[in-house]
């Protein structure tokens, strides 16, 4: 089976547009992981945007499942990992003025303190994901690191169509073989939805998807339950037709 992190962001977002105490991320948790959620996902940004250290605290002591918490490499983050203990941490790269998370961290290029965070994080028994581009040299730099896992970035071809989407799902085929070659977990997340989610599910190895956008948009609609246990059966399904 391949794991399914709802990222319950957008719910804390609409929260903050009007500076209230609705709806809570804390309900949206409780419900995805009643329509069958293996995860729940959660980014804490530098500037508290949407997720707040209050939500991290509560989260971490009601969900059920796992709690996977991005964040960016820093001193602060690292600190407030080390005190809430989610299950997993997945460093991501960030920027202020971007609406989300843009491209996969450059671990190559910092590599000493991304080394230095995947080992003190692992050294409390924190499971570390990092968030990178569909690129060998960066999943090298992310085995070297000592992180457990990877989470290949899926946003080029979740925007992409036709010919340059097949390109692209064939690099982070290769990008997934990379991984698993060397030792590491395949994860896969950023703009997977209900029409896109089969081909990433079926690349052989394929550990765990996180997605948020999709299914909290599905959920103003179906409701949250409903539209996390469909995209559990799209997942199911898909890996059936793998199978055949
Ligand atoms: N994975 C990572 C590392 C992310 O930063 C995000 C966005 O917060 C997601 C998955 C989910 O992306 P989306 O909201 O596009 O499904």
């Known amino acids: 089976m391949v794991r399914l992190g709802v990222n319950i962001d957008h719910v804390a977002t609409v929260r903050q ?25 959660i980014h804490l940004r530098e500037d508290r945007r949407h997720i707040n250290d209050r939500d991290l605290r509560i989260l971490r002591e009601t969900i059920k499942t796992r709690l996977n918490l991005e964040m960016a490499c820093t001193d602060e983050m690292v600190q407030i990992a080390l005190e809430q203990k989610p299950d ?6 960030e920027k202020r003025e971007e609406l989300t998370t843009e491209g996969g961290l450059d671990v190559k290029g910092n590599f000493q303190p991304v080394k230095d965070a995947v080992s003190t994080l692992r050294s409390e028994g924190i499971f570390v994901s990092l968030f990178v581009d569909a690129d060998n040299a960066q999943i090298e730099a992310t085995a070297d690191s000592g992180a457990n896992a990877v989470e290949i970035h899926t946003g080029r071809y979740a925007d992409t169509k036709g010919a340059v989407q097949r390109e692209e799902l064939s690099r982070i085929m290769f990008a997934g073989e990379k991984s698993r070659e060397l030792g590491l977990i395949l994860n896969s997340g950023h703009g997977l939805n209900y029409l896109n989610i089969s081909e990433i599910v079926a690349i052989p190895g394929m550990n765990e998807v996180n997605i948020g956008h999709s299914i909290i948009s599905r959920a103003v609609f179906v409701g949250l339950e409903r539209a996390v246990r469909e995209m559990k059966e799209l997942i199911h399904r898909a890996l059936m037709d793998a199978r055949v």
């Not at 709806?23 to 992981?33: G, I, M, Q, T």
């Not at 997993?88 to 790269?93: F, I, K």
Request: glycine share 6%.
């Open 88 to 93: 997993m941490v997945t460093l991501v790269p």
């Open 17 to 41: 547009a009007r500076l209230s105490t609705e709806p809570d991320p804390v309900h949206a948790s409780v419900l995805a992981e009643l329509g069958g959620a293996d995860q729940i996902t």
